[in-house]
């Protein structure tokens, strides 16, 4: 700029390939060059001064790998906290949980952030300040290297917000509408299924209103206890009316499964009708249905009989 002679054009080569001209606009000489891989030498000529500069080009840093340090909410009796990898540019995690995302970077880092705000980099590694996740959001990172090089673009990360699901429950071996013995045991077996852990399992009986009946029965059992770090129970009950106190009468029975989520209602299973029966009651019932199954064999007998001299 404090020259006297400022020529209308330069020339620059680089390495062996064919030289560029450039012409002097706003006090620069601009010129444009294809992307390069190897090194060379750059020799600038302006007027009859010339220049030779040491080319060496560099990749972009680039991410190697991206990990998600999760902190659970206090509730699920967790402590240890989750890795999860996030190189895909998304991470779901349970709500109330506390996020810290630590990329690692090809090459020593010079500088790094997070939604613009200043990381402070270790080596080829960075972490960024924690994150109580509530709900959705992108999380934005960018950093540069040694050289003052930055990747091409930032790289975004999807938080996606999951809500604690309440416990799955299914039984098997377990009947609906039977009537029962008062003293006849039946096994089942329950499974409990949770996203974070299955507190407990039991069964719940409730007498159905009649006219016969004064005082209809109620009450519950529980049949296993899971804990923080059981996502899946497997338990065996069995049910004996008059060994839970169940006088004899219709009762409908419901399996129940709760988990850690603060406050959550029991997840019951559909209701199963047992009829309770003690052992005259029994009989009489075991001879009506003897007596229903004549009538309907006779009946059976005298359609085949009308059958046969239609036939003939």
Same mark, same amino acid.
């Given at each position: 700029t404090d020259t006297a002679w400022k020529p209308a054009t330069a020339t620059a080569r680089l390495a062996n390939q064919q030289p560029i001209e450039a012409e002097f606009a706003g006090g620069v000489y601009s010129f444009d060059f294809p992307a390069q891989i190897d090194t060379g030498a750059l020799n600038l000529r302006v007027g009859d001064a010339s220049y030779r500069v040491d080319v060496e080009p560099k990749l972009r840093p680039e991410l190697t790998a991206i990990v998600a340090k999760v902190r659970l909410p206090e509730y699920l009796g967790q402590p240890a906290i989750q890795d999860r990898d996030a190189r /895909? /540019?998304?991470v779901s995690i349970v709500k109330g949980s506390r996020v810290t995302f630590a990329p690692t970077v090809n090459r020593p880092l010079q500088s790094a952030q997070s939604n613009g705000k200043p990381c402070q980099p270790s080596g080829?590694?960075?972490?960024t300040p924690e994150l109580l996740v509530k709900d959705a959001q992108q999380i934005e990172l960018q950093w540069q290297d040694e050289f003052g090089l930055t990747g091409k673009e930032p790289f975004k990360i999807a938080v996606g917000a999951q809500d604690d699901e309440p416990p799955? +429950?299914?039984?098997e071996d377990l009947p609906r509408g039977r009537v029962v013995l008062d003293s006849e045991q039946l096994v089942f077996h329950v499974r409990a299924r949770d996203d974070f852990g299955v507190?407990?399992? /039991?069964?719940r009986w409730t007498g159905v209103p009649s006219e016969m009946? #004064?005082?209809?029965?109620?009450?519950?059992?529980m049949l296993a206890v899971g804990a923080h770090d059981k996502s899946a129970l497997d338990v065996q009950g069995n049910f004996t009316a008059k060994s839970l106190g169940i006088e004899p009468q219709p009762? #409908? +029975?419901r399996l129940f499964a709760t988990d850690y989520f603060p406050n959550r209602k029991r997840v019951y299973t559909a209701p199963y009708l047992l009829y309770v029966l003690n052992a005259e009651q029994h009989a009489i019932w075991v001879t009506e249905q003897l007596a229903k199954w004549h009538r309907?064999?006779? #009946?059976?007998?005298?359609?085949?009989l009308q059958l046969y001299e239609t036939n003939k």
């Open positions: /895909g /540019g998304a080829v590694s960075f972490s799955q +429950l299914s039984c507190k407990d399992v /039991g069964m009946v #004064e005082k209809p029965a109620k009450g519950e059992t009762i #409908e +029975l309907q064999a006779l #009946e059976v007998r005298d359609r085949e």
